[in-house]
């Protein structure tokens, strides 16, 4: 809309002084639109650390009371222990010139029958291993006892030791619906095989032994699943998910909350260190940042089942930093010297007297900050003063290094009560007033950045409630962007760091 005005005492007073006149017309154009949109800031997908611990000692005490002490014992007769020796004895003269042609075979020595007695029994089964290798160490003695039976054999008592350590290879896994699977992969070599020598004769029994060794590692190998459900692998990593549906307070000026959502959970095997296996848990979940009231709980649901290709572990999480519109207003205000008039050189129009009278700063419609210049400007080549607002709108950047608002992109249009807008123009466009609008804006903000960062290290190691705690850092923080919110400037900073959650009370 446009309004024409006559301005009658000045018209009237040039006429009379001789000097050329024109109409002057006001012009009005509406201000950006001002808006309060509030601001979401983009969800993240982070990968959390479920760490499942074991005690190495725990788990082979519990193989220890699970597997017999004896592995093999023996209490029987044996028929022929030591075989008959049978010999041949020439019955003819022949032989005396030793050509025999008559042969007599006859027994030498009878068979001897024996009793064996005797058992083979494990030490205490050992744990240990590093890295993904899990290894058990089992030491076997054996003593073995052959006695002859009747006339010969009675005098004859020979006892047999032997030893050996079987150790044992133990690979683990889990199945998509969470059941332990642990193969068990026996070596093992007798140090002293067991035998005795009777009259001669080598009896062995490392053929008897064995078999029942094997059979005992078999039977530990059926066991070990069910020792590995003692964990109750299942049972935290589904107290962890469910507690992990939660929403936490991240900042209180401004009002933030982080909401944690898991989608999936993941398993890429296990690590032996300090005598302790670590399970490797991994849970997705989508973690959001709400400025302004708490959000909604996030929906829960059940533990899913474990998937093997989740991401590599890492925690993403958007922190906050927010600057006030008033407080910018200020700046603006005191580098313009808001109230004072300044004499300033404007191309095309030479020397101008120009007070700036009023500052004003929104949100403009998209995110966009909208900034208004109110300006009272008496060129030297007109008697008609030409005062009006001045409008800036676009958006803001960020300097990183310097951690630094960067001015970027900013429109001008106005509104005055007089058609020289060109005049008000360029007086924000160029010179010491654009230098001081831009240099207002472009705020220090490393003090508020340090504290994002102190606040954000604060919630990686806290207690969320009575039964889950988190425990993480954050190593790399930048500054994505600034949008402008409903009252302040939003410094949205990007947080990566790793996270784990446990059960429990936080470790000091």
């Avoid at 988190?470 to 760091?497: I, K, N, Q, T």
Wanted: hydrophobic share 40%; with cysteine; aromatic share 6%.
């Amino acid at each position: 809309m446009r309004r024409r005005s006559i301005i009658g005492s000045v018209v009237g007073a040039a006429v009379v002084a001789g000097v050329g006149i024109w109409l002057l017309y006001t012009e009005s154009r509406p201000a950006p639109s001002k808006t309060a949109d509030e601001i979401k800031l983009p969800g993240r997908t982070s990968t959390i650390v479920l760490p499942v611990v074991a005690s190495l000692k725990d788990l082979q005490d519990r193989i220890n009371k699970e597997v017999p002490s004896t592995l093999y014992a023996v209490d029987e007769d044996r028929k022929a222990c030591v075989p008959e020796t049978r010999t041949r004895i020439c019955t003819d003269l022949g032989g005396l010139w030793g050509d025999c042609h008559n042969w007599l075979v006859t027994t030498a020595t009878p068979a001897i029958d024996c009793h064996i007695t005797g058992q083979v029994t494990r030490g205490a089964i050992s744990l240990s291993g590093s890295n993904q290798t899990l290894s058990l160490s089992v030491p076997v003695s054996a003593s073995i006892t052959v006695k002859g039976r009747g006339e010969i054999g009675k005098r004859i008592s020979e006892t047999a030791t032997g030893s050996a350590t079987v150790s044992a290879a133990i690979q683990a896994d889990i199945s998509e619906a969470w059941d332990p699977k642990v193969a068990v992969i026996p070596a093992f070599k007798w140090d002293n095989p067991i035998g005795v020598d009777v009259l001669g004769f080598r009896i062995t029994f490392t053929n008897k032994v064995d078999p029942e060794i094997a059979k005992a590692l078999n039977q530990l190998q059926a066991k070990l699943p069910e020792l590995v459900q003692g964990l109750k692998l299942r049972e935290n990593a589904s107290k962890a998910w469910e507690q992990g549906f939660t929403t936490v307070q991240i900042s209180q000026t401004p009002e933030a909350w982080m909401r944690f959502t898991p989608k999936a959970v993941g398993y890429s095997g296990y690590q032996v260190q300090d005598g302790a296996v670590r399970l490797s848990l991994l849970a997705s979940a989508d973690i959001e940042t709400f400025l302004g009231q708490r959000p909604a709980e996030p929906e829960k649901s059940p533990l899913p089942p474990l998937v093997r290709n989740l991401p590599q572990a890492g925690f993403q999480v958007h922190l906050p930093i927010t600057l006030e519109y008033e407080a910018l207003k200020q700046e603006i205000t005191r580098a313009l010297k808001v109230g004072e008039m300044q004499i300033l050189d404007v191309p095309k129009f030479g020397e101008v007297q120009v007070t700036v009278q009023d500052v004003d700063i929104y949100q403009a419609t998209g995110n966009m900050l909208a900034v208004g210049i109110k300006i009272d400007a008496n060129p030297p080549t007109s008697i008609i003063d030409t005062k009006g607002w001045i409008w800036l709108t676009g958006s803001v950047g960020v300097d990183n290094a310097a951690k630094r608002l960067t001015v970027s992109a900013l429109n001008v249009y106005g509104k005055t009560d007089s058609d020289v807008v060109d005049l008000l123009t360029t007086i924000v466009q160029v010179g010491p007033v654009n230098s001081a609008i831009r240099e207002a804006l472009s705020k220090d903000f490393s003090k508020e950045y340090e504290k994002a960062i102190a606040d954000g290290n604060a919630l990686m190691k806290k207690q969320i409630n009575d039964d889950l705690y988190v425990d993480g850092v954050l190593y790399h923080v930048d500054a994505d962007r600034v949008l402008a919110g409903p009252s302040f400037l939003l410094v949205e900073l990007s947080a990566e760091g790793s996270a784990a959650l446990g059960l429990g009370k936080l470790p000091h």
